[in-house]
């Protein structure tokens, strides 16, 4: 069985990170953003299951299905707000969609 | 029977509650008795309370009455009480009798102002706190009085506010007396302090007792109220308020500015005789302050145009008069010429204001002219008073009273040649611009037209007071001629009799001396501005004059000296330096606020970043650690 080492497991896990981090800061589009949002949940769920691999411990892989679950949810809710705020303001530009400041 | 003193204050002050409380609902005719009236009743009592008084005479020469506890608070009390002795009898009868006329005039006089009730109203109070000044048996209760008739000269000069110079005479006058009052306010500190009392009598017992005759605390305490009754009484150096106070209307200069408010610094300071004498440094000053400011007043009046200024400067200059008896220790005197003073000055001044209402307000004297036979009765009596004004020998009855005086600067143990000369030559002024005003106002030819002739209202009033000016000397003749001396018998009662120097038989002399030079002051007059030689005219237009007439140009001095800095001062610190400090605060906070919401500019994206690089921070700081 072919084994990567576990520190480029981690860094792999950690480019998926910061390609979700990038993506969110430099997309403008809320869908966009809510995609960005989902690798970076995904990252932090492939360093659960590397870990429990690493440890032959089986928490990690329940944690990775909470993460499933709430992400799932998370989906649902931001799906609704994003629907929400197109209806409102015809536009899913997030720097048009300032008006909670001073 | 002397338990009445209590109401003699208390009347005015109940007719001055009505007319404020329920003027706007009385007619006219309604709130001028009232306001006359009730000073009637008082002079009345005045009058039943001083029989009686004079003729059972306690063994203390004074009558106490305590109304009520005013204050109590540690070792500090002062009651609500009454003091009735000669010297206040005195004050008390010529506050509310000529108080009296001066009502009954001012009802036919202020017939058509719109602030008549509002008039009626201020004047009663005045007369309430001028009692309550010469009646207060403690000086606290006394300094209530006072700073009462130093309110209601603001309020009636200012009375015709629409004016703006008016306003500023008001605020003039009420400023240039603070600066006394202050003076004042603290020699009365200082009498607390050392004697733990209010009560004058006590503090005078205990001051005499106590303080040893020329020590510092003694003068500085007589100084300090000194400066109060300079203040009040408009001597030098702080007389410049007098003139101007002239914006009123004339019953208000009549009552207030020349007959009694204007001599509670007399009172004062007959009334805490004893601590002058404790003081004899600040007793010659009074003497000399009160030479000068008769001559200075004396040579400005030479100047004036305005009728009632030169009523003004006069007044000054015979506050001057008694203050240089004050001086010299002759306290009856003083008090005998303030009584005659006040009779033919109110007389003076009410005279002027029906010759200044019945030509349209006009107080130009030189535009006045030729009214002696159309006003016959003003003509009369205010010849009777100028007259007296100018001290006509034998018959008025200010030559008793001034040649009183100025016998007295001469022959007192503390006078002397050099005051006596000042008097004397104050004297010849006098009669000088008194008969100017006569021969300019009421000779020649007319110039305007009276109006109207003035009610009976207006001139009754003329004739007691015009009596008065002339009767009013015999109650106390000299002793070379007929050595009479009822009025100072009775105030001798309270006040320390003259110590004089052993020159009696001349006295005489001196009323040889003081007669010729009233009489050929007037003739000087009669010469001058009767027959209106050239040099005269050309006089008039000289910068001798000019610099008279603008009464020695002390209000230019006090401008550059006073006014001027301190307008400089608050044109500095109208953005109130000692603010900035407390103000930065704020600065800072509200500066604060806007570098802060700076962050807050709507942007998610922004916020993100921020976020991502605070987490950045904490793990590179967990990390390194």
Known sequence: ?102 | MTNLIVLIPALPLLSFLILVLFGGKLSRKVAGWIGAGSIGVAALLTIIVGISFIKSLPETKSYSVVIWQWLHVGNLTANIAFRLDSLSLVFIFVITFVGFLIHIYSIGFMANDEGFTRFFAYMNLFVSSMLILVLADNILLMYLGWEGVGLCSYLLIGFLYKEPANGAAARKAFIITRIGDTAMIIGIFILFLSFGTFNIQDIMHLASAKWAIGSSLAVITAALLLGGALGKSAQLPLQTWLPDAMAGPSPVSALIHAATMVTAGVYLIARTNVLFSLAPIVQTIIAIIGALTLLIAGFSALAQHDLKRILAYSTISQIGYMFLALGVGAYSAAIFHFMIHAFFKALLFLAAGVVILVLNEEHDIFKMGGLRKRMPVVFWTFLIGSASLSALPLITADFYSKDAILWFAFSSNSGGMVLWFAGIIGAFLTALYSFRMIFITFFGEAKTEPTFNAGKLMTVPLIILATLSVIGGFIELPTSMGNFHLFSNLVNNTLPNIAIKNVEQLEWLFQLISALIASIGIYLAYRFYFKKPAYIEAFNHSRLNHFFEKGFGFDKVYDVLFVKPIVWLAEIDKKDIFDQLNISISRLAIWGNHFLSIAQNGKLRWYLLSFAIGIAFILTLMLTK
Not at chain 1, 58 to 81: C, K, N, R, S
């Open chain 1, 1 to 102: 069985m072919l084994t990567v080492p576990v520190e480029t497991q981690i860094l792999f896990a950690g480019i998926l990170f910061f390609l979700g981090l990038i993506g969110l800061l430099v997309r403008r589009n809320l869908v966009f953003m809510l995609m960005s949002i989902e690798i970076m949940f995904n990252s932090a769920g492939l360093v659960f299951i590397i870990a429990a691999r690493h440890w032959n411990q089986p928490d990690g892989q329940v944690m990775f299905i909470f993460i499933l679950a709430v992400t799932a949810v998370e989906v649902a809710i931001g799906l609704a707000l994003i629907l929400q705020v197109y209806h409102h303001f015809k536009t899913l530009d997030v720097d048009k969609i300032n008006k909670l400041k001073d």
